[in-house]
Nanobody
Framework: QVQLMESGGGSVQPGGSLRLSCVVS????????MGWFHEAPGKEREGVAA???????NYADSVKGRFTISQDNAKNTLYLQMNSLKPEDSGVYYC??????????????????WGQGTQVTVSS
């Protein structure tokens, strides 16, 4: 059973940076695409970045040029480097894994594996 554990959230001022990590355990993710999802208070969960099994990356328009998704297969870890953070980036960030990871609005049943989430707060 694949398990995902996020870390790296916190509080930062607008314009600041954070790097989120997601460690995969209980299996490997070579056969799975992975992604990061953002859930702002009172809003639906939305995909912000995804990476497939051959390393192709995809980003939501709202984060293009600011966020970078990457993975370290040797460490079984997925990353999300977030730069130039804005208050609207605040919320809980989840990593997820599935044979196919879409961007856009999702519900938990749409993807097979989820982490527990990590809180990001961008405020002055």
């Amino acid at each position: 059973q694949v398990q995902l554990m996020e870390s790296g959230g916190g509080s930062v001022q607008p314009g600041g940076s954070l790097r989120l990590s997601c460690v995969v355990s209980g299996g490997t993710y070579e056969s799975l695409s992975m992604g990061w999802f953002h859930e702002a208070p009172g809003k639906e969960r939305e995909g912000v970045a995804a990476i497939d099994t051959v390393g192709y990356t995809n980003y939501a328009d709202s984060v293009k040029g600011r966020f970078t998704i990457s993975q370290d297969n040797a460490k079984n870890t997925l990353y999300l480097q977030m730069n130039s953070l804005k208050p609207e980036d605040s919320g809980v960030y989840y990593c997820a894994a599935d044979p196919f990871v879409p961007l856009g609005t999702v519900v938990e049943d749409d993807l097979k594996y989820w982490g527990q989430g990590t809180q990001v707060t961008v405020s002055s």
